[in-house]
């Protein structure tokens, strides 16, 4: 496995293969190279079996960085040329954030699934559009939530919890730090109504984790807060947002999201989930074991048998993209249930739209 870990932006896990298709029997394109995440994205897809013919973008120099990388693609003029393709299945796309509903949209009106970066949207009405569209072409609208899809110890976290291994689980708490690489970024990242606030830009992971750790089909937000507390030159931006949540079961959620990786540290932010159950907790230490190893996907137990440290990378794999594949040819929900996936979004959103601002500048 193989990963770049500096750069939160454009950190594309690559695993080991394990096709769940034959050859050609799944073909997908890519649409809208905005976000690096289109990279694991695609990544995902191919490791699964799937057969990436298309990509459109606008940009000529994102175009040609991503043929390098996958030189198999065939250039699109528009994307209507990809929809207008039968054998295309699926179209997965990381546009500009508020962009990404109104295609999302347009891929289900042609008779295709749709597998967007996340946060899926960036207002509630493109929420609404959304999901009235895919209940009318009967379409997937499916979103990649990195932070657990594509991180081994996550997904392991989610097999324990199934089993038993820490009972009922009552709070779910999320640090999600990145690291902010300002000169990096594209103009869309730093303004608001384009890529829609902290919370349902990377908190929208740790509400999905929320909701899919603790079995609950509904929550509500009792306290969200976001503020630029040391950004001046870029008012758009908020570099700090937290948020609590009440599930419709019971469990509980805090969590923080922030852009203050230091320098000094080896990847692009330490992200963490603690989850607490009536028989136990799990500790995810997800891109590094600070002072310790570089490498990520550290799991720590503790019930009833012991105290237990899994070391996970390249242990697991990513079954999310296999499974998705499956779905959209079976039109089953084995990888992630729509419901799901847009409970997340609005939730993000509402989180979002309740909260306070603080915060020294900006505010």
């Not at 990377?202 to 040391?230: M, P």
Request: charged share 20%.
């Amino acid at each position: 496995m193989s990963f770049q870990t500096s750069d939160g932006m454009n950190y594309a896990p690559k695993g080991i293969p394990q096709p769940v298709v034959q050859p050609g029997e799944f073909h997908f394109a890519v649409a809208h190279l905005d976000h690096g995440h289109i990279f694991g994205q695609t990544n995902g897809l191919l490791e699964a079996g799937g057969e990436l013919k298309w990509v459109y973008d606008t940009d000529a120099a994102r175009l040609a960085g991503f043929l390098e990388k996958y030189p198999g693609a065939k250039q699109a003029r528009t994307l209507q040329e990809i929809l207008d393709d039968g054998a295309v299945k699926l179209v997965t796309s990381a546009a500009v954030p508020c962009e990404r509903g109104h295609i999302g949209c347009k891929v289900m009106e042609a008779g295709k699934d749709y597998f967007t970066d996340k946060g899926p949207f960036t207002t509630l009405d493109q929420l609404a559009v959304a999901r009235d569209t895919a209940a009318r072409t009967g379409r997937k609208y499916m979103v990649y939530y990195s932070e657990r899809l594509h991180v081994e110890c996550a997904i392991h976290a989610g097999d324990l919890i199934r089993q038993g291994a820490i009972g009922r689980v009552l709070q779910v708490l999320g640090l999600g730090p990145h690291r902010l690489n300002a000169p990096s970024r594209p103009p869309w990242f730093f303004e608001k109504e384009k890529y829609g606030g902290i919370l349902c830009d990377i908190g929208s992971h740790q509400i999905e984790q929320f909701l899919y750790y603790s079995g609950a089909q509904d929550a509500r937000v009792t306290h969200s807060l976001v503020g630029n507390y040391a950004h001046p030159d870029y008012p758009g931006l908020e570099d700090y947002g937290e948020a609590t949540l009440l599930a419709d079961n019971g469990a509980t959620s805090h969590f923080r999201v922030d852009w203050f990786t230091p320098a000094g540290l080896r990847t692009w932010g330490d992200g963490r989930t603690f989850i607490l159950g009536t028989d136990g907790y799990i500790e995810l230490r997800k891109y590094i074991d600070i002072a310790r190893q570089p490498e990520g996907d550290h799991l720590y137990l503790v019930n009833a048998a012991g105290e237990q440290h899994l070391e996970l990378r390249g242990k697991v794999g990513f079954p999310f993209f296999g499974r998705l594949i499956l779905d959209c040819l079976n039109r089953t929900e084995t990888a992630m249930t729509q419901q799901h996936a847009f409970k997340a979004a609005e939730l993000c959103l509402k989180a979002q739209a309740a909260a306070i601002r603080a915060g020294f500048t900006g505010g």
